[in-house]
């Protein structure tokens, strides 16, 4: 695979096989091990502007999940249990291993964070620390619905339609979606006009709806369930959580004494920023990520 776009320097690109999986990721830096996990409608390459300067600490794998990005986009199960966060977990746990890390450091947004806060509640072993962009605990956010939060979080109430009404509307345009989505953020110049491509390229392959699609189908099925069944179970690692301002339903909670019913320990910090600050506000998340892995910043 030819190494595009030009936003990753010194990063290597690599497809791990994970059984019938294959997983696209980039790896870069030196140093204890630590890994990057996106969002929707993203791809690991929302990762671009952080990766570098982390890349100078820490051994640095930035993968994209299955359904997304140039990983694999499996026909969804009758029970969506192949892109239930749990199976997403496992898969990452073995891009790790594979690069000879057992127990690793990791930071996800959107998605990817509910990725690492399902492997977190599974494999404790496996994490250092872990930080969490942007989210609350998917359960937590249903069980409140209103007309507020289902405007806000149209994707989670469209998405979860029987297959293939979703993925073909969002199909037959995906420019449009994508605009729709982050499009304001390029105007703005937050997300480069590389990544933007980059985004909009595998978001027009021919499976990308379906599997986006099914990773919210399994979030209001599967991944509820098993939620469920761990009711009560903590995240044992140390945790950062960093919101977003401008997101207007957090203002319902208290973010941190939300997680602290989900976590042992917990520290965060409310972020001036919109969903996407990893492209938005760069330097003042790596100014809270930093100091929680490990590293003072001069």
Not at 258 to 275: D, E, L, T
Request: charged residues 20%; glycine residues 8%; proline residues 6%.
């Amino acid at each position: 695979m030819s190494d595009r776009p030009p936003l990753f320097k010194n990063f290597s690109v690599h497809i791990v096989k994970v059984g019938a999986i294959d997983i696209n990721c980039r790896v870069g830096g030196e140093g204890p091990p630590l890994l990057l996990l996106h969002g929707c409608p993203q791809t690991h390459v929302m990762w671009h502007k952080l990766a570098p300067e982390l890349a100078k600490t820490y051994t640095v794998v930035a993968s994209d999940l299955r359904g997304y990005g140039d990983s694999s986009k499996p026909q969804g199960l009758p029970d969506h249990a192949n892109y239930a966060f749990r199976e997403m977990a496992s898969d990452q746990l073995a891009v790790m291993k594979f690069f000879g890390f057992d127990r690793f450091y990791a930071i996800g947004h959107d998605r990817g964070a509910r990725v690492l806060h399902r492997m977190a509640l599974d494999h404790p072993q496996a994490l250092e620390k872990v930080c969490l962009l942007d989210i609350l605990p998917t359960g937590l956010l249903y069980a409140q619905t209103d007309k507020n939060f289902a405007s806000r979080y149209w994707e989670w109430f469209f998405f979860i339609q029987e297959s293939d009404f979703p993925e073909t509307l969002l199909a037959a345009n995906p420019l449009a979606f994508l605009r729709y989505e982050i499009g304001d953020l390029v105007d703005a110049g937050s997300i480069t006009q590389p990544a933007w491509q980059e985004y909009l390229r595998v978001l027009s392959h021919k499976d990308a709806m379906h599997g986006m699609c099914e990773d919210y189908r399994a979030g209001v099925s599967i991944d509820l369930q098993q939620d469920e069944a761990d009711s009560g179970k903590r995240i044992e690692c140390p945790l950062l959580v960093l919101w977003a301002t401008q997101n207007p339903i957090w203002l319902q909670f208290d973010m941190l004494d939300v997680w602290r019913g989900f976590a042992r320990n917990v520290q965060g910090a409310a972020m001036p920023s919109g969903h996407y600050m990893a492209e938005e506000i760069p330097e003042k998340v790596l100014n809270k990520i930093l100091p929680f892995l490990g590293e003072q910043r001069p």
